[in-house]
């Protein structure tokens, strides 16, 4: 059974601080990588994705990727309260198949 | 703006009352996914649609089905709704297999 995992938490961070979420998956052969935030009763947004080993860098966010480490991670810089939600990984696995695998999410609290 | 629109927000129906659920898109995205997903877990994949053809999963019980009368719109049928099956119903769209989810506001649905 191919799996995601991550820490269910809650990770509190005060208000301007970096939030650090991980992520690790079983599958060796897995080839995209996607964070999407959850709001509590809304539905998934897709925030990054990732396909290459290193740090991608948008805004606030930054996704690294270690795929000998099978782990893929998410900062957040300046953490704001807005940012109170849980984050899904999901990764897609070896070329020519479909399907994605989620995470059951970290939540995230930002303290003001 | 470019999106994917479930109807209803929220449904309430009695056990074993036949539910539809209908999501639409305006993305014109080649895939179209149904997930399931319960509190605090991952979204479950129940089928999509490429194009097409349908893709079940191995996994989902036959009270379940799907129609996609054309691009733009996708159905979700529970034929006999049980108390497990409520559940927040996404819709997510992708322009092709392995890519990116745009995913719907989600459908909360009640079983009483």
């Known amino acids: 059974q191919k799996e995601v995992e991550q820490n269910s938490g809650p990770l509190s961070v005060p208000e301007g601080a970096i939030a650090s979420l991980n992520c690790t998956y079983s599958d060796r052969g897995s080839q995209s990588f996607f964070w999407y935030r959850q709001y509590s009763g809304k539905s998934p947004e897709l925030i990054m994705f990732i396909y290459s080993n290193g740090d991608k860098e948008d805004g606030r966010f930054t996704a690294q990727l270690n795929k000998a480490s099978q782990y893929v991670s998410l900062l957040i810089r300046d953490s704001q309260p807005s940012d109170s939600a849980t984050y899904l990984c999901?990764?897609?696995?070896?070329?020519?198949?479909?399907?994605?695998?989620f995470g059951t999410g970290t939540r995230l609290k930002v303290l003001a | 703006d470019a999106m994917v629109i479930q109807n209803p927000r929220y449904q309430v129906t009695q056990f074993g009352k036949p539910v539809t659920l209908s999501c639409s898109q305006t993305l014109n995205h080649n895939v179209m996914y149904w997930y399931q997903q319960k509190s605090s877990q991952a979204p479950k994949l129940l089928f999509h649609y490429y194009d097409k053809d349908f893709n079940n999963e191995a996994d989902t019980p036959d009270n379940f089905q799907s129609r996609r009368p054309n691009t733009s719109f996708c159905f979700l049928d529970i034929r006999s709704p049980g108390l497990g099956d409520a559940a927040m119903y996404l819709c997510?769209?992708?322009?092709?297999?392995?890519?990116?989810?745009?995913f719907g506001s989600g459908t909360r649905l009640t079983v009483v």
């Open positions: 999901a990764v897609k696995g070896a070329s020519g198949t479909y399907k994605y695998i």
């Open positions: 997510a769209t992708s322009r092709d297999l392995g890519g990116g989810y745009t």
